[in-house]
């Protein structure tokens, strides 16, 4: 080879290494090109569309592999994902494996699946079949139950199936406690329904077209829309509708007639289609106040077991309600519309007409104690019989416009109004025996009208760009005018050991006018600093204003009336209060924890004058101090939390209580104001742990309160004599320190996997010290008690239900200068239906108190029987029942009132053993809800509907 064959070998041979290295290099800066960021969502459902929550979902394609679980909403969220050609599978316990695979458009930055239906594993056995999710979730503010986990019978309304919820007490009225804490107002999907009526909304809604039930802490409005909390929450009912459930329409009613000229009626017609409802709700009942309370719905029989509550000072005799005998007559209609106008204007609106005629009938005992001066204790002794009627009328109407602006504003509009009046009799007799001896017939009658006008706007701007950032202004109006007239009789006839009684007659009219006018503005910010991380500003102005009159003339037997300038008040007063604070927040709804603390300032003013013939006096006060407050949630799991919450509250004497006249308005009980009172502040700590163990189906709850007031104003009563020479209290107003209280709520739930047993033990401790005058000397009260309660619900079969209930009662309070007072209840009661010929019903509620600690005005501790029977007709749509009450008639009512001075204890007439007859129609009919244009439906967390 020769030397030019072998130069164009070398140079080919270059050649094809440099080709080389430069194909190489030309790969090497493909390979570092940025991949474009893409984002792949998408939601799990079951069978029937419910969540999946804890999923597991992978995604792999020829580039990576990703893993994660679905949210307590079933949904997923794949970031950074490299290939749009991918497969997706899902698993979770209870379902198939589902996989789905597909080549998507690589210009998409994210992309949204369909939604990923899981089916039921039908090779796994009954007894442990889940369906991945638990059946109580714990979020931020919010305690969650999935209905379809709790089986109800067919026909079911609402508070049939709350009442299998752990830790759901619903009351024979359709009050609703949560581990101990009342419910105050109900939603469907996010709004007010019926009003935010509780009762109404459980009693009437049909437990089938429930998809989750949702307990909310509700700090407000401007909360809900600012996520700046302030003050104590209200714990409100929230219910959420199935999607294949969430149009119809219902019509419920009923008619009963009873043996003792009992006439009830009711009709309840409700449409509701996705966010829109209409409903119209009458009530019309007259029955005499007793076992059956004012409501004796079909199928509610009133066992008197006080289930979930705890009795405190007030006791039911064998029967459940208040001491307030008598007959009522009550007549209820009410009315709500609920729509979207269009996109972006949604309202609510409603109107509710309430009206009362009441007869009560009461027989109390009361024995009050004194310290003299000399440090000697007397009591004094005192029985009274009365009868009281009164008639009341009440319109309210509430209106609520939401006008979505943009995507980043937001108002809101709610003005309302309420017209009311009534009018009173009051008949009674009262005999005192001990150190004030007197008699006293006292005949009066009294007409108050009150209209109130109030409404509120609120604004929104949120930053797309910087998300977090929100600002917020909220401003209300109010004008409320008090009118009263009212006319007394009164025979009074003093006793002294040394002289004949003397007869006082006091014959008097008293006109009352009282106009307040309330205006008060907040604004709101909120500055994120991290993901996690925010500060949060909120200033508002109240300003309150009173023009108050109160004229007392004298009527002589020719019924003319000359005004008493002694017995007359007139004053005016403004109390203004700033509030500025600043919070820094950490952590999210995801977050393992999240805390919060800030300072709040409050700077307060009272200006007030008041007018009189003889003297005049002027009030101007000032007040500041610097309040904080602390947050803590720990999220162990989305079934596990506790929390921790520190608040102080500031509270200013009113202005009767600082201003130093002698108010003789009530001879009997002359007020004498302090013009040196402090304010009175009140520090709080809540805290509380949750969890539920879905596996054993075994919920608990914890919560514990404590509290003690600085400068609590009460009152320092001294008994002096009057120009008869008999003694009166004359009442005078201090600042005290020792006051406090502490307390503890439990529950613990535990259910089978069937759910056909559920065992409920629940209990509270309380502790409170309180301080009282009485001639100057203190006098301090100490008062310990608890509750324990064992309440299961046994479902064996279909066609039983068995609801055994037994609790102990123990109050116990102490005096420094006083006798104490110990107090045992022991409640037992069975309560419970069986079902029988496919269309029959048996119910009965049996009930037996036994009592122990209150001597007076009990006779025996009642065994209370009612029973009821019910059969279905008209193909199942109505039904004909028969209700028998207090078959034994021995039930009666106790209530029983302690304070650091005695008690009184008042008995009634409650009328309680009739029968009833009803017939009632249920006529419903339910469809699934649809999205524009076919597109599938999107909701909110509080189910309402975004499409």
Do not use: C
Request: cysteine-free.
């Amino acid at each position: 080879m020769n030397y030019k064959t072998k130069l164009q070998k070398h140079i080919i041979l270059l050649f094809l290494v440099m080709l080389s290295f430069n194909l190489y290099a030309q790969n090497r800066t493909d390979t570092t090109k940025p991949i474009p960021v893409r984002q792949v969502s998408g939601i799990v459902r079951d069978s029937t569309n419910q969540a999946v929550a804890g999923a597991a979902v992978t995604l792999i394609s020829t580039a990576d592999t990703l893993r994660t679980s679905t949210n307590d909403d079933g949904i997923f969220v794949f970031r950074n994902v490299k290939s749009w050609v991918f497969t997706v599978s899902v698993s979770s316990l209870g379902f198939t494996n589902k996989v789905i695979s597909g080549k998507y458009n690589d210009a998409t930055e994210r992309l949204t699946l369909n939604p990923i239906v899981l089916k039921d594993d039908q090779r796994m056995l009954d007894a442990v079949i889940v369906n991945g999710t638990p059946s109580v979730v714990y979020k931020t503010d919010t305690i969650e139950y999935r209905a379809s986990d709790y089986v109800v019978r067919a026909g079911a309304t609402v508070d049939e199936l709350l009442q299998k919820m752990e830790g759901m007490e619903v009351g024979n009225d359709g009050s609703l406690t949560v581990n101990g804490t009342a419910i105050t107002r109900a939603k469907l999907n996010g709004k007010e329904i019926y009003g935010g009526d509780v009762a109404t909304a459980v009693q009437n809604l049909p437990a089938e077209i429930v998809e989750k039930i949702q307990i909310v802490d509700d700090y407000g409005n401007t909360a809900a829309r600012t996520g700046i909390k302030e003050g104590d929450p209200a714990k409100i009912l929230n219910i959420t509708t199935r999607a294949d459930k969430s149009v119809g329409n219902m019509a419920r009613l009923n008619a009963g007639i009873g043996t003792l000229d009992q006439l009830e009626g009711s009709a309840n017609l409700t449409r509701i289609n996705k966010n829109q409802t209409l409903t119209l709700n009458s009530t019309f009942t007259q029955t005499p106040n007793g076992i059956a309370g004012g409501n004796s719905s079909v199928g509610r029989l009133g066992g008197g077991n006080n289930r979930g509550g705890r009795s405190g000072s007030g006791f039911g005799g064998g029967g459940s309600g208040s001491a307030s005998g008598g007959t009522s007559l009550r007549a209820l209609p009410a009315f709500t519309y609920r729509d979207k106008i269009n996109d972006k204007i949604e309202f609510v609106a409603s109107y509710s007409f309430r009206y009362n005629d009441n007869e009560v009938i009461t027989d109390s005992y009361s024995e009050i104690n004194s310290i003299l001066a000399d440090s000697s204790l007397v009591t004094t002794f005192t029985k009274r019989d009365g009868t009281n009627l009164t008639n009341s009328k009440n319109h309210n109407i509430n209106f609520e416009l939401e006008y979505n602006i943009d995507s980043a504003n937001f108002i809101q509009f709610t003005p309302s109004i309420t017209l009311s009046n009534s009018d009173s009799q009051n008949n009674s007799n009262t005999f005192q025996t001990g150190f004030i001896r007197q008699d006293q017939r006292n005949l009066s009658n009294s007409f108050n009208r009150t209209p109130i006008i109030s409404g509120t706007i609120a604004y929104q701007h949120i930053w797309l760009s910087k998300p977090g950032r929100n600002f917020s202004i909220e401003a209300t109006v109010g004008r409320q005018n008090n009118e009263a007239e009212s006319e007394q009789n009164n025979i009074i006839r003093y006793y002294d050991d040394n002289t004949p009684p003397i007869d006082s007659i006091i014959h008097r009219a008293i006109n009352t006018d009282n106009l307040q006018k309330n205006y008060r503005t907040s604004i709101t910010y909120s500055e994120p600093l991290s993901d996690l991380s925010r500060l949060e500003f909120n200033s508002n102005i109240e300003r309150r204003g009173y023009d108050n009159s109160r004229v007392t003339s004298n009527i002589d037997l020719a019924d003319n009336r000359f005004v008493i300038d002694s017995l007359s008040n007139i004053f005016n007063y403004f109390f203004t209060q700033y509030r500025n604070s600043v919070n820094y927040k950490y952590g999210n709804n995801n977050s393992k924890y999240s805390y919060s603390v800030g300072l709040t300032s409050v700077n307060t003013t009272l200006l007030g004058e008041r007018v009189g013939v003889s003297i005049n006096t002027n009030t101007n006060r000032n007040y500041f101090k610097l309040i904080p407050i602390a947050r803590f949630q720990l999220k162990l799991s989305n079934t596990h939390k506790l929390s921790l919450f520190y608040n102080g509250r500031a509270n200013e004497p009113s202005f009767d209580q600082i201003q130093p006249v002698r108010d003789v308005s009530n001879p009997q009980r002359p007020i004498v104001g302090n013009p040196d009172l402090k304010v009175a502040f009140t520090h709080a700590a809540v805290g509380e742990y949750s969890n539920y163990i879905a596996n054993a189906k075994f919920n608990y709850n914890i919560r514990f309160n404590a509290s003690f007031t600085e400068n609590q104003v009460t009152s320092n009563t001294f008994q002096i004599r009057d120009f008869n020479k008999s003694f009166i209290n004359e009442v005078r107003y201090v600042n005290v320190q020792g006051n406090n209280r502490q307390s503890a709520d439990y529950t613990f739930s535990k259910q089978t996997n069937d759910r056909k047993y559920n065992f409920s033990f629940t209990g509270s401790v309380d502790r409170s010290k309180r301080v009282a005058l009485s001639n100057g000397i203190r006098n301090t009260s100490e008062n310990w008690g608890f509750k324990e309660s064992f309440g299961p619900r046994v479902s064996p079969a279909a066609w039983i239900d068995i609801n055994p209930y037994v609790s102990f009662d123990y109050n116990k309070t102490s005096y420094s200068i006083a006798r104490g007072i110990e107090q045992k209840i022991w409640s037992l009661s069975l309560d419970g239906n069986i079902y029988f010929l496919k269309r029959l019903q048996f119910g009965y509620a049996l009930s037996k108190n036994y009592v122990s600690g209150i001597n007076n005005n009990i006779s025996n501790n009642p065994f209370v029987i009612n029973t009821m029977l019910q059969m279905k007709v008209f193909k199942n749509k109505g039904s004909l029942q028969i209700r028998a009450y207090d078959l034994l008639n021995e039930n009666n009512f106790i209530n029983r009132t302690d304070n650091v001075y005695g008690f009184t204890e008042i008995a009634t007439n409650p009328n309680s053993r009739y029968v009833m007859l009803n017939l009632s129609m249920n006529i419903q009919k339910w469809t699934g809800a649809v999205g524009k244009n076919g597109n599938s439906l999107r909701r909110r967390g509080d189910g309402s509907f975004m499409n």
